[in-house]
């Protein structure tokens, strides 16, 4: 299984004197026609990006469309961090293909880790794996089985 990666890329070496001043800051323009995603997925991640800047990002959609975006954006702020936490992971956690990477999970796994991975799996992912059935907890697994298998269930999922 590929393993996550985040970093950022290398910038070229600058010298001081070839950084130019920067130019006078203009009005960004108002984006016309059909946006990209829904408002509320819009609300959600200026949430997510800048909780205090939440609102002045979503002033550049326009008049109708950033009035439905705040209104959005006050109904997230108003739920408790669980919820808005669970609402995030939900529209945008899971990959496209996350099934066939669990199946590739499963299928590579040891006996007694596949065991933790299937208890581990939320209900909607266990019925990929008819064959598992439920067993409880093992007292000669070692705890740190259970952090890999939540581990790996995240990395296959997201």
Known sequence: MDATRVGRKPRPVRSSGSVRAAAPTEEVPRLVGPLPLPLERLALVAWVLGRERAGALLGGLGEAAAGDARAHLQRLAALPSAQRQAKVSVEFGERPDAAARLRRL????????????????????RTLFPEEKPVPPRAEAPPALGALAERLIREATR
Do not use: I
Request: hydrophobic share 35%; net charge positive.
């Open 106 to 125: 499963m299928s590579e796994a040891p006996p007694l880790l596949r065991q933790e991975l299937f208890r581990r799996l939320p209900p909607y992912h």
